[in-house]
């Protein structure tokens, strides 16, 4: 599986008021697991699966999502959501 290091921006101001958390845990539901979350500079440095990046980018809240790199993953798999 392919995976991209990412750092997602989050607007502070966005319409459904999604905080930092919220945004981070959206984000480990498409499969990625959030490295760091940076309240000051409203950033969450996440590991996504390249396919999702189009999910997370769209998500309310998320202001741009900056690929930083990618590689493939043979040990990664999809996480399942109940």
Same mark, same amino acid.
């Given at each position: 599986?392919?995976?991209?290091? /990412?750092? %997602?921006? $989050?607007?502070?101001?966005?319409?459904?008021? !999604?905080?930092?958390?919220?945004? &981070?845990?959206?984000?480990?539901?498409?499969? +990625?697991?959030?490295?760091? %979350?940076?309240?000051? !500079?409203?950033? %969450?440095?996440? &590991?996504?699966?390249?396919?999702?990046?189009?999910? $997370? +980018?769209?998500?309310?809240?998320?202001?741009? /999502?900056?690929? $930083?790199?990618?590689?493939?993953? !043979? &040990?990664?798999?999809? &996480?399942?959501?109940?």
């Amino acid at each position: 599986m392919w995976m991209s290091n /990412v750092v %997602i921006v $989050v607007n502070s101001k966005n319409a459904d008021r !999604n905080s930092l958390e919220d945004l &981070a845990d959206a984000v480990r539901q498409t499969g +990625a697991t959030a490295v760091m %979350i940076d309240e000051q !500079n409203r950033t %969450i440095e996440a &590991a996504v699966p390249a396919d999702e990046l189009p999910t $997370v +980018a769209a998500m309310e809240g998320v202001s741009y /999502v900056r690929p $930083v790199f990618n590689y493939y993953c !043979n &040990a990664c798999t999809p &996480a399942r959501v109940a």
